[in-house]
């Protein structure tokens, strides 16, 4: 019995455990602050990335025939892209690259070029290159669309489905790190120590041990260290379309590192883990002298381990979910972190048992591994239950119809399914042994097995492009209209024509020629509320083409696009077009949930519940709560919580209030599209019916009025008079008097 464990006492008491002098590890508030940092650093970035996107508007439509050719080509994608990193080339049927574009500079998710004018007649590809920001996968794949005739023989490429086995290699590697980094952390706290902790020791544990556990986790950190310079590599080459040879002679990693959120997260992970080294090599270093020290580093390790994990949500298939992307993040990270224990406690105890047990005979070493594996099954059954539970609930986000079980993605899942089946197989044969008080570790050694090819298909999963949902994706024609006004011909088209981000591209020509010596600027109106845009100058992008974007279209509904050409000697010419927009033209980023997903949702609330429930309960024996008092704490919350709902929702209504206070609906609405028509009846009706208002100086302070004023005011200002301006002379008809408001709008400057 050199070993130093006091198994006197176990044979004496047959306890389940070594004695632990009666002392109970609890966190501190460092650790609880540690807590909060790790939710502080991992929400941002969650905001700032999703995963893995696709195409969800395509304008023109894939294989579509046009009479004219397309003044602009716009795909918008589910999710943001690297600018630098992101290509989009026109090529004619013969395959030359006809024009180049890129990322828009408005919307980041926008991969957009202006199309030559002078394009003849014939089939057209399309080649888009994407690099997601999130997850720094690039997806090539082509479209095609005809101008005159669709032409046959001629199809675009659909994007490659399948992983990218480095990418894969490393995600595994990297996977393995953290879930053993934070297997063993955790086992170290919640089941070495209440198991086998021995106060007689620095550590409350044999130094043999404690070493082991040592060279796990800097094992792990190097493991981490060494993927997470691979996946550098390997995003240099997939962005740059690389070999390794060339990106690493070039250096072209460094403008992966510096220039790209990818980039941006691969510094954070690796600066948290030279300073996880860091904290190991002091706890190793100063156990001897600061044991209190040494211990407190170990139980915040867990911490720092669940920060590693939740860096790869944030980069994940799930930070990219229809279905409430806040919600998967949080869901997957529960996932991920009930699996690391589950698999890297599995793996860290079939490498640290066989140093624990070795010096003690066969029936210390029954006790013992009775002892370490109860206590470890205990923990893990509900959390293997949240795996399971979580997992389906995942897997729901991206699996929306049947036909997606046939994709690369839906393949990888179901080989994953098929390998965890073995595992769920063992652990309850293994629990059953454990009950029979005969534990084995041949067991262990064959679930690690199992878990390893989990990990490498977990691996392999999150490397796969997720299958691309029914709902987005639908190519809607854009709205589009033309119209001759003098010598102009005026076309403008509405991108994609929905609520939301809108491109308006206008070309003018003016002999069938483009024209581009003119400014332009575009106000959208809302006429049933009375609102309005402020004017945008619109970019000369091409010869004739100009074009703006904007979020005001905020609904579905009438809306116009008021369009007003300068010349260069002052002249305004003024179009008008009028727009029916439609929620079915709205780029769909979001889904609903349904009930299976509730139901899910309140199974990972029980199962959390339950895992609390230990914690809670040791809470209300130290407050020594009796009946009446948890019935009042219990009452005090829950109308907290209430009065806080309350408040919410009081606030919300007052906003509502407030807004229609300020906006509220017009009582009469302007009828008439103020094009030029109807602004040349707006002047001759001014001119003529109130002459006595260009002299007046009230006048002025009407003009000076004009940015803020409704219609609906200016619409009784003419019928009624305001100040010291009198109504206008005679009887006006109510589409007279819009026809003096739009005309009294042209007299206020845009700039």
């Known amino acids: 019995m050199g070993a130093g464990f006091r198994f006197d006492a176990i044979a004496k008491s047959q ?45 023109p439509a894939d294989r579509s025939t046009l009479d004219r050719p397309p003044t602009r080509l716009q795909y918008w994608f589910s999710e943001a892209l690297e600018a630098r990193f992101s290509e989009i080339h026109l090529r004619d049927q013969a395959g030359s690259i006809i024009a180049s574009g890129g990322v828009d500079e408005r919307n980041s998710a926008l991969l957009t070029m202006p199309v030559p004018a002078d394009l003849p007649d014939g089939a057209y590809i399309v080649e888009l290159r994407p690099a997601f920001a999130s997850d720094g996968h690039v997806i090539a794949e082509s479209r095609v669309f005809f101008v005159g005739e669709a032409v046959g023989g001629i199809g675009g490429t659909a994007a490659d489905d399948r992983a990218i086995p480095l990418e894969a290699l490393w995600r595994a590697a990297l996977n393995l790190a953290n879930f053993l980094f934070f297997g063993a952390a955790s086992l170290f706290t919640l089941v070495l120590l209440p198991a086998w902790g021995n106060a007689r020791y620095k550590e409350n544990l044999p130094p043999r041990v404690m070493r082991r556990l040592l060279h796990l986790v800097a094992g792990a950190l190097l493991l981490a260290i060494a993927a997470n310079i691979v996946s550098l590599v390997q995003q240099s080459m997939v962005f740059f379309n690389a070999g390794a040879a060339q990106v690493l002679a070039q250096n072209l990693w460094q403008v992966v590192l510096i220039g790209s959120r990818f980039g941006d997260v691969w510094t954070f992970r690796m600066v948290l883990l030279v300073f996880s080294a860091a904290l190991l090599f002091a706890a190793a270093y100063y156990r001897e002298l600061f044991p209190g020290l040494a211990a407190g580093i170990w139980r915040g390790l867990p911490w720092l381990g669940a920060l590693f994990i939740g860096l790869s949500m944030v980069t994940s298939h799930s930070a990219g979910s229809l279905l409430l992307p806040w919600l998967a993040i949080a869901v997957d990270w529960l996932h991920a972190l009930a699996a690391a224990f589950w698999l890297g406690g599995i793996l860290s105890l079939t490498l640290i ?50 036909s997606d079980l046939v994709t690369s993605y839906g393949q990888t899942l179901g080989i994953k399914l098929l390998l965890v089946a073995p595992v769920l197989l063992l652990g309850g044969w293994h629990r059953r042994s454990l009950r029979a008080g005969s534990p084995a570790k041949s067991l262990l050694r064959l679930e690690s097995f199992f878990l390893l090819a989990v990990l490498v298909a977990v691996a392999w999963l999150s490397a796969t492009p997720l299958p691309e949902p029914a709902t987005p994706g639908v190519d809607i024609e854009a709205p589009q209209a033309s119209q001759t006004v003098g010598d102009y011909g005026i076309s403008i088209t509405l991108l994609p024509g929905g609520p939301g981000v809108n491109t308006t591209d206008i070309v003018i020509e003016r002999a069938g020629q483009p024209v581009d010596n003119v400014r332009v600027h575009l106000q959208m109106v809302d006429p049933a509320r009375d609102r309005r845009s402020a004017w945008q100058l619109a970019e000369a992008l091409d010869a004739g083409l100009f074009v703006a974007a904007g979020d005001e279209i905020d609904r579905a509904g009438k809306w116009w696009s008021l369009v007003d050409i300068t010349e260069e000697d002052g002249a305004v010419t003024r179009a008008a077009f009028g727009w029916n927009i439609s929620e079915a033209a709205a780029i769909e980023v979001s889904r609903q949930p349904n009930l299976l997903h509730a139901l899910l949702l309140l199974g990972i609330a029980g199962l959390l519940a339950h895992l609390a429930a230990p914690h809670a309960r040791r809470l209300i024996v130290a407050l020594q709560l009796t009946w009446a008092s948890a019935l009042l704490a219990v009452g005090a919350v829950v109308i907290s919580v209430a009065v806080m709902v309350s408040g919410a929702l009081m606030i919300a209504q007052q906003q509502r209030d407030y807004e229609r206070t300020l906006n509220p609906p017009p009582l009469i609405v302007n009828s008439i599209l103020p094009d030029a028509e109807s602004l040349a009846r707006g002047e001759a009706l001014f001119d003529e019916r109130c002459p006595a208002w260009r002299a007046n100086d009230d006048f002025e302070s009407l003009l000076r009025r004009m940015g803020k004023a409704r219609d609906e005011f200016l619409f009784a200002s003419v019928r009624d008079g305001w100040r010291n301006l009198g109504a206008c002379e005679d009887e006006l008809s109510d589409s007279q008097r819009w026809d003096v408001v739009n005309f009294l709008r042209t007299l206020v400057a845009r700039d």
């Open 353 to 402: 048992l066989p140093t624990a047990l070795q010096p003690l005979d066969a029936e210390a070493r029954q006790i013992a591994l009775q002892a370490v594996l109860s206590r470890f099954s205990r923990l893990v059954l509900p959390l293997v239950l949240l795996v399971l539970v979580s997992g389906v609930y995942n897997a729901l986000n991206y699996l929306t119809a049947p």
């Open 15 to 59: 306890l389940p455990a070594w004695d632990f002098a009666g002392r109970r590890f609890q966190y501190n508030s460092g650790m609880f602050s540690l807590r909060w940092l790790i939710l502080l650093i991992i929400l941002p970035l969650a905001a700032l990335t999703q995963a893995h996107g696709y195409v969800v508007r395509a304008i």
